[in-house]
């Protein structure tokens, strides 16, 4: 079986995290994967993972069948019109950049461009990664299934349509980062209380990993799962009564709403 060649343009933490997923699966043995970035100390730090090195975005093009475009939505563009003279019919591009449309992909290389859509998260670094995707009409069945498959190998893969890749921003990319900073308010107050940081983050991470279990293996609604935790006149009620009074509900709807609109100042 010949190997999938598939280049990154973008080494940084996202694009290395896809690439150390995919060396750390079971197809790694099947594709040749590729990598540019300016910052060369990016890509010398994946050649254990058997990442080889190119020196231009259009060395890159032309070598690869599959280009993730793995930089920030600021610098795309010169990405793209650096990667155009060795752009085909043939080549898939495959964004991680959130808020830029397959259209303005097309606009930047050629107008028959494949595209797919991907936004991950960086537990994919684990194999725990939480991945939405979709596609335009040029890209085949097979060619799909390749991409899905990959991240699939690195977790969870859920395709959506074309005009909700970036809704889905908040749900499952940036998400980890606000989960984060959930868990280091428990983490504070556990260690302002005495604490020792080893048992608080081996408990809560747990609780953490629980909690989504419940979620998706219970049965149970949110709502129900809630109930089952909050005894009448209970420490949870007490606790869930300031959460409310916070709005924290709220809030987070609103910075959801925050990143939406942002991925769409980003596709202007």
Not at 15 to 34: D, R, T
Not at 40 to 60: D, F, I, M, N, Q
Not at 73 to 98: C, D, N, R, T, Y
Not at 236 to 251: F, P, R, S, V
Request: proline letters at 3%; glycine letters at 8%; one cysteine or more.
């Amino acid at each position: 079986m010949d190997k999938i060649s598939i280049g990154f343009i973008g080494a940084g933490n996202m694009g290395a995290a896809i690439m150390k997923g995919i060396a750390g699966s079971s197809a790694a043995e099947n594709i040749h994967l590729y990598a540019y970035d300016p910052d060369k100390s990016k890509t010398a730090a994946l050649r254990e993972y058997g990442v080889e090195e190119v020196y231009s975005e259009a060395e890159l093009t032309e070598k690869c069948g599959y280009i993730f475009l793995a930089v920030k939505p600021q610098i795309i563009e010169s990405a793209l019109e650096a990667a155009a003279p060795s752009a085909g019919a043939e080549k898939v591009f495959v964004s991680i950049a959130a808020g830029i449309t397959a259209e303005f992909i097309a606009s930047k290389t050629i107008p028959e461009a494949k595209v797919i859509l991907v936004m991950p998260n960086t537990p994919l670094l684990l194999g725990e990664g939480a991945t939405a995707l979709s596609r335009n009409e040029r890209v085949t069945d097979e060619e799909f299934g390749t991409i899905l498959d990959i991240f699939k190998l690195c977790g969870k893969a859920v395709v959506i349509p074309n005009d909700k890749m970036k809704e889905i921003i908040a749900v499952n990319s940036s998400s980890p980062a606000f989960i984060y900073l959930f868990a280091k308010g428990f983490i504070e107050y556990a260690e302002s209380a005495g604490i020792g940081a080893g048992a608080v983050k081996e408990l809560f991470t747990q609780a953490l990993i629980g909690s989504a279990k419940m979620i998706t293996d219970s049965g149970y609604t949110i709502d129900e799962l809630i109930k089952m935790v909050s005894s009448p006149g209970g420490t949870t009620l007490a606790g869930l009564d300031c959460l409310y009074e916070g709005k924290l509900i709220e809030t987070v709807k609103n910075a959801c709403d925050s990143c939406t609109r942002r991925a769409y100042e980003l596709s202007k």
